[in-house]
């Protein structure tokens, strides 16, 4: 009695005897458990239903075959995409880290004279490796200021002392020999307290709490005691910010410092109307000649290009375009100069041209002002 034995085991196993269930019943035949679906459709149907016909049977077993072979092509494609992209990873790290070799053994022991060869102008465009990336900017910036460690130290405690003063309500006598009025102090503090919890949010690293929050303080607010005929403009932040994720403290500044000197930026920071206006008219030449069809099509919505320009070059794009694509226009910038700015707006007008030919101004305008966050970077 099969019954009366399972008993006895289980009695000397010490486990509660459980009578069978229906589904044991069913599959006391079958020599494995079914793990998924694809196992049940192989199976017969249960004893106690009508077997399938023949027809049915068949049809339902090459229905399977098909399916395992569209399963097996989808997995072979998917294994082959991996190892496609796990190549091309692979082969984008030997090529940085051959890179990062060439930069540090060749080219930055021998700056002055290498710097403008065809073979590191070449290297060059293909972007700077991120480990070497502040270095070369600063050498490519350089310090025709002179500024050095010390005079950021100076500058600093400048500010410090003038938050504090202005903080504890310090007499409108000193606040003005400090070369601010109290309207003026006020509002460039604020700005900069404002513009430093806008700067790369998704990022959370600048904001208030944030592991760069006081080092983009102290750059700005240094800056404004170095520059007080400049100030703080809104923008300044994002390019700070970009120079404290690729340089210490002391050294963005004095590359920011000397970033901002440059004729275009001062031009655009001190708001010169003028040559601002000369900036666009030439730009506006080259748009002409290069992309015809969308400059008559911005000329006749009326959209000039201090409506997208602006924006663009204040920010020297950190703002507009994803943060390791402008690193991008920024390592060209530092080789080129401003010329590639302008280059940089032609290309992104170029690579959105026929998207923008069938947009009205308004919507032109926001396209512009707000670029896709994928944009392709090698494009």
């Not at 513009?195 to 303080?217: A, E, K, V, W």
């Not at 008219?281 to 602006?310: G, M, R, S």
């Not at 402008?326 to 041209?353: M, P, Q, S, Y």
Request: hydrophobic share 40%; charged share 25%.
């Amino acid at each position: 009695d099969s019954k009366k034995i399972q008993k006895e085991y289980e009695d000397k196993a010490g486990r509660p005897s459980k009578p069978p269930s229906p589904k044991q019943n069913v599959r006391k035949n079958l020599d494995f458990e079914p793990l998924s679906t694809t196992a049940l459709i192989l199976e017969d149907r249960p004893a106690n239903l009508p077997a399938k016909p023949a027809e049915e049977a068949q049809k339902h077993r090459q229905q399977y075959e098909e399916m395992v072979v569209q399963a097996k092509k989808r997995e072979l494609k998917e294994a082959q995409r991996r190892r496609r992209q796990l190549e091309e990873r692979c082969r984008l790290e030997e090529s940085i880290g051959n890179a990062v070799l060439t930069w540090n053994n060749e080219i930055l022991p021998n700056w002055e004279t290498m710097w403008c060869s065809r073979k590191v102008r070449d290297l060059w465009w293909q972007g700077i490796p991120p480990s070497v990336r502040g270095k070369v900017w600063s050498l490519a910036i350089g310090n025709e200021l002179n500024i050095t460690h010390e005079l950021f130290d100076i500058c600093l405690a400048r500010a410090k002392e003038r938050w504090r003063s202005f903080s504890t309500g310090g007499s409108e006598a000193e606040n003005e020999d400090a070369g601010f009025s109290a309207a003026d102090r006020e509002a460039s503090l604020e700005l900069i307290k404002l513009d430093i919890s806008r700067t790369f949010p998704n990022l959370c690293i600048f904001q208030q709490g944030g592991p760069y929050h006081d080092m983009l303080h102290s750059i700005l607010g240094a800056y404004t005691c170095y520059r007080p005929d400049v100030g703080y403009v809104q923008g300044m932040s994002f390019i700070a910010a970009v120079l404290i994720l690729n340089l210490d403290t002391a050294d963005a500044f004095i590359a920011f410092s000397n970033l901002l000197n440059k004729p275009c930026q001062m031009a655009f920071f001190r708001v010169d109307h003028g040559l601002m206006l000369t900036y666009f008219a030439a730009f506006e030449v080259f748009f002409e000649e290069n992309l015809p069809k969308l400059f008559a099509h911005f000329k006749k919505n009326n959209l000039t290009p201090d409506i997208y320009l602006i924006d663009w070059i204040f920010t020297l794009y950190s703002k507009s375009l994803p943060l390791d694509l402008a690193c991008r226009v920024w390592d060209v910038f530092c080789r080129d100069g401003e010329g590639f700015l302008f280059r940089t707006a032609l290309g992104i007008l170029k690579l959105f041209e026929d998207i923008l030919t069938k947009m009205d101004f308004i919507h032109i305008a926001q396209f512009l002002t707000r670029l896709p966050e994928d944009l392709p970077a090698e494009e």
